[in-house]
């Protein structure tokens, strides 16, 4: 075996072989010509990945690895680390990309003769895209503060050990493009490693460069001063100019090559270089259109101790707790007069009193223009709302405005199953990432053409009909400069009557008298006192093996369409949940989710409840979630709501449970039902189905009434309802 040999744990053998990890382990231990470990540990050993591919293919488990996941495996198992792998590879596919032909060239040698040739070529390459070695030469007009370039010119010993990894990256993007080859590699990366990278998610970043996309000043220039993955410039649309600073290397270099990646040297000037941005600033002369920056939270040594005299604490000397605001005049400071700047926040920095004078003075001055409440969920720490903080340099042209925009996007956010009454499980995952986008834009976009009226003009600024309530308010500057400087919105934005007022809590008493008159008529009659019934019994899983019914379990696939979530089976509301997108670089068609049909009885595993759901008409279609299990019954021989009947009961759901320490979990294939004849199984299945019309109206009324209540309280303490 090469000593610079690619290996692979047990886990990436699994993916080449398309298998779990346990064939994994029994193949090594039935089959003495498996091949031995070369690397790893005792738990957790690795394998050289010829051997591993040549052994899979002379047992017929592997007709041919995928291009894409042979690459990975390459990537993975780099001698060096998969980051300086993969910066090899992101360097080697920009080579491709720019100057096909020199690539042709230098691939066609010997592996030692291509890693000097390349080392030479892409020492030019790197230079014409990122600037010298130093990191001068960026265009900002000035210095860089001991900053160096974010990617280095890797030598030829270094680019020895990737040759056959680059010539596969090629290879790869021969198929779909050098950008998706990258972009996959990239983000298989920070799939395997969630706890070293902090993200932020797509649609937080399509939201944040769009509020600086719709600026007074267009954002052809942007700079990102904590830019981890490149994440947020990678999201505009046509800048001319981007600028990126992170104090991690492998980061820094990582995002200069996805962003050369996904523009053209005619189009889009790169400069990403690598320092602690509050202490080693390597823009120090910058003035941009807009600033785009997700920076690091609640950070003590920020150097507060240093920097007291430092220039950009324009509006007051941060306190060593408030390093957000640090960053917030940093963006600032690197601000054209009329340019934006929206940064992440957490939600302490709206209120924490250490802040309130630094947090005055940007209202006074203009400077603060919005604070924008995002729903749990939106970005890392998930279980905190965090806010956006949008703002904008004061100066001549800018008409300086003694208002702020407050909005709130946890109504907006809520899934569909939630505003119809439904309890919301929120969570990451069940995000509207289109309500959001459209709450905040549709507040910030009438409020930031009123602030283009020039200095000159003394027009007043209309904010006739702009203010909804419950989400979204401009509230005069003078309102909140008290002892606090409190700009939490939920503070100053009251949520709406629940009810929404007399008129709406009228209708609401008028369905809620209807559902309580159809409870009444679907009430189950008095049952029958006699001797138990007493049936021969079958399981799902002797059914599922005499083809009597089908087993699916939910979570996988790509593409467009609704999911049918264990949320919604168990409030019974419409499908809420939405796949993956297909991914831009794939081998072979993508993985086809389980979609519902009519008849079909869906299970949840998780939770121990007693819970079934028919497949109606109007979920038919839905991708089947995750902890979700369908069983599809041959109507010739199984009644679905028969079948959903039986296993609704609570002995069989007992019986049919295992247990762990933390969780209970249903197996379907234990559920118990009686073996009878298909007429008498569909006596069985007209009760069962007039107990779940009684069951739904129930629902229904509770959740009329819990409305109605909520209403009246909030009517009578807001005063849109009064006493009679």
């Known amino acids: 075996m090469p000593d610079n040999s690619t290996e692979v744990t047990a886990a990436g053998i699994a993916r080449l072989a398309g298998v779990g990890r346990a064939a994994v382990s029994n193949w090594r231990r039935r089959h003495a010509d498996f091949p031995k470990p070369v690397g790893g ?5 690795s394998f050289a990945l010829p051997e591993v591919e040549q052994w899979l293919r002379d047992q017929g488990k592997l007709a041919e690895v995928p291009l894409r996941e042979r690459v990975w495996q390459q990537l993975a198992g780099h001698p060096a680390g998969a980051v300086p792998a993969l910066v090899h590879a992101g360097c080697a596919l920009l080579l491709v990309r720019d100057r096909p032909t020199a690539w042709l060239e230098i691939s066609a040698v010997s592996d030692g003769r291509m890693a000097k040739v390349l080392h030479l070529a892409l020492n030019g390459l790197l230079t014409a895209r990122f ?11 000035g210095g860089t503060n001991g900053c160096v370039r974010a990617v280095h010119t890797p030598t030829a010993d270094e680019l020895l050990p990737s040759v056959p990894l680059l010539r596969a990256a090629a290879e790869l993007a021969a198929e779909t493009g050098a950008r998706q080859a990258f972009e996959f590699l990239l983000g298989r990366q920070l799939d395997a490693n969630p706890r070293q990278f902090t993200l932020t998610p797509p649609g937080l970043a399509e939201l944040m460069a769009a509020l600086v996309e719709t600026g007074i000043r267009p954002a052809r220039t942007v700079l990102d001063p904590a830019t981890g993955t490149g ?15 992170d104090a991690d290397p492998d980061l820094a270099a990582l995002t200069a090559l996805r962003l050369a990646l996904n523009s053209t040297v005619e189009s889009c000037t790169v400069a990403v270089r690598t320092g602690d941005t509050l202490r080693a600033d390597a823009f120090p002369q910058l003035a941009v259109d807009a600033v785009l920056c997700h920076p690091p939270f609640n950070e003590r040594n920020w150097g507060h101790d240093e920097l007291a005299y430092d220039p950009r604490w324009e509006y007051g000397f941060p306190a060593r707790t408030e390093s957000e605001l640090a960053w917030v005049q940093h963006a600032l400071a690197h601000l054209r007069e009329g340019g934006t700047a929206v940064l992440l926040m957490p939600p302490a920095a709206a209120s924490r009193r250490s802040g309130r004078r630094i947090r005055a003075d940007l209202l006074r001055r203009g400077a603060l223009r919005a604070v924008v409440a995002l729903p749990a969920g939106a970005a890392p720490p998930y279980g905190i709302p965090l806010h956006l903080w949008v703002l904008r340099k004061p100066g001549a042209g800018v008409r300086p405005s003694p208002e702020l925009l407050l909005v709130d996007t946890a109504e907006p956010a809520e899934p569909a199953a939630a505003t119809a009454g439904a309890p919301a499980s929120g969570g990451r995952d069940r995000l509207d990432w289109q309500a959001v986008r459209s709450a905040v834009l549709d507040a910030w976009e ?15 600024l209309d904010r006739t009909g702009r203010d909804r309530p419950g989400v979204s308010r401009v509230v005069p500057v003078i309102e909140l400069l008290d002892d606090d400087v409190d700009l939490a919105p939920a503070r ?9 007022g007399a008129a709406e809590l009228t209708r609401v008493r008028d369905r809620l008298t209807e559902m309580l008159r159809l409870t009444a008529t679907l009430t189950p009659p008095l049952a029958d006192l006699s001797d138990p019934a007493r049936w021969p019994l079958t399981t799902v899983g002797e059914l599922a093996r005499a083809g009597a019914l089908q087993l699916r379990t939910g979570g996988s696939g790509t593409g467009p369409g609704p999911v049918l979530t264990e949320y919604d089976v168990l409030g019974a509301t419409a499908p809420s949940g939405t796949l993956p997108a297909t991914p831009a670089s794939t081998d072979g068609p993508p993985e086809e989710p389980a979609l519902v049909e009519p008849g079909d009885v869906v299970v949840p595993v998780l939770g121990g409840g007693t819970v079934a759901r028919v497949i109606d008409e109007a979920t038919a279609g839905a991708a089947l979630g995750r902890n979700l299990q369908l069983l599809r019954p041959d109507p010739a021989a199984l009644d679905p709501w028969f079948l959903a009947g039986f296993l609704r009961g609570t002995a069989n759901n007992r019986q049919a449970s295992s247990y762990a320490s933390t969780a209970t979990r249903l197996d379907a294939r234990r559920l118990q039902l009686p073996r009878l004849p298909l007429v008498e199984q569909q006596r069985y299945g007209a009760q069962f189905r007039a107990l779940a019309a009684f069951e739904d109206a129930l629902r229904l009324a509770g959740r009329l009434g819990g409305q109605l209540v909520q209403g009246m309280y909030d009517g009578l303490t807001d005063g849109t309802v009064t006493p009679k």
């Open 231 to 245: 994440a947020l410039l990678r999201a505009l649309s046509r800048p001319t100019a981007l600028y990126a600073q």
């Open 41 to 45: 540990t005792e738990t957790s050993p």
């Open 492 to 500: 100053h934005l009251p949520p709406p009557t629940a009810g929404g």
């Open 131 to 141: 600037g010298p070695a130093t990191g001068a030469g960026d265009g900002s007009g």
């Open 446 to 460: 009438p409020f930031e053409r009123a602030e283009r009226t020039g200095p000159e003009s003394d027009a007043p």
